[in-house]
């Protein structure tokens, strides 16, 4: 029972932390540790410490969780930067971007060589003196100075330039980047017609058309389910019963989607109920 009891205490001696050698996952906290005059970077539970090759425990410095800095180098989870300048290296205002005089990053990728004239937008969108890039660092936009963010919200996000309105990403073919202007959800207009994602809304009434819910709009002659018009729709009294279950509904027709909805008399809908399930084949409400 005594030699149990012994190794069981040689066990807890063992990897139980103390000032000095290496950290040890259990106890210790994942990120940089300073110990005896040597570096480490201990990777998170059940991972292990290694010494960070080459760092100088003197004048080592941690920025934040993954980059840390010395007299000679930066480095980024345990491993040195390459081309980085520690003495004018900083963390910007977004989580994994950092600069020097040389350079501007994004962890361990170079999306700038123009840190002087370096911007975050929003949208995780950024800019400097010669294109507005993607988070992974592709250009969406050649023309910085006129770049503007139009809308981001409802996982839309709309910009524009000199020449071009983008949304998402991809840009709105035939869609004037000065009077472009976002009605809600996907759904935009410009001086001489209307969009839905980047595809034109054939016939669509631009003046008159007015966002609903989600994926529907409505202008004085039609309504629309993504962009498509629903036939047979009334806009005047038209409504949309449920988004998410993409439902709908005039004073005389139901739609699912852009469909009508065959043998549904709105007049019959109960009254007050909700709408828990929505096909081409009828529409549910509660009790």
């Given at each position: 029972m005594r030699t149990v009891i012994a190794l069981v205490m040689l066990v807890i001696l063992a990897v139980l932390p103390g000032c000095g050698g290496e950290p040890?996952?259990?106890?210790?906290?994942?990120?940089?540790?300073v110990r005896d005059g040597r570096v480490y970077y201990l990777n998170t539970f059940p991972g292990k410490a290694f010494d960070?090759?080459?760092?100088?425990?003197?004048?080592?410095?941690?920025?934040d969780g993954g980059f840390a800095r010395d007299r000679g180098a930066v480095y980024l989870d345990g491993h040195a930067l390459p081309d980085a300048d520690p003495a004018s290296f900083v963390l910007l205002d977004r989580s994994g971007y950092a600069k020097d005089t040389r350079h501007v990053y994004a962890r361990d990728r170079v999306v700038s060589t123009?840190?002087?004239?370096?911007?975050?937008?929003?949208?995780?969108?950024?800019?400097?003196?010669?294109?507005v890039y993607w988070p992974d660092g592709s250009v969406l936009s050649d023309d910085p100075e006129n770049f503007v963010i139009i809308s981001n919200a409802e996982r839309y996000l709309f910009t524009r330039d000199a020449k071009k309105v983008h949304v998402n990403g991809?840009?709105?073919?035939?869609?004037?980047?000065?009077?472009y202007r976002v009605l809600g959800g996907a759904y935009g207009t410009d001086r001489d017609g209307a969009f839905y994602l980047d595809e034109p809304i054939v016939d669509a009434d631009s003046a008159?058309?007015?966002h609903l819910q989600g994926a529907y709009a409505a202008d004085?002659?039609?309504?629309?389910?993504m962009g498509k018009e629903i036939r047979g729709a009334t806009p005047a009294s038209f409504r949309v019963l449920h988004e998410a279950f993409e439902c709908s509904a005039d004073?005389?027709?139901?739609?699912?989607?852009?469909?009508?909805?065959a043998d549904v008399d709105?007049?019959?809908?109960?009254?007050?109920?909700?709408?828990?399930?929505?096909?081409?084949g009828g529409i549910a409400f509660t009790d």
């Open positions: 040890n996952s259990v106890f210790d906290a994942a990120g940089y540790h960070v090759s080459g760092a100088d425990a003197d004048s080592f410095e941690v920025l123009d840190p002087e004239h370096f911007e975050l937008l929003g949208g995780d969108l950024s800019r400097d003196s010669a294109a991809n840009p709105i073919a035939g869609a004037d980047p000065q009077s008159s058309l007015r004085v002659r039609r309504a629309y389910w004073e005389d027709e139901a739609f699912y989607r852009d469909v009508v909805i709105p007049r019959s809908f109960p009254a007050g109920a909700g709408v828990t399930g929505c096909s081409a």
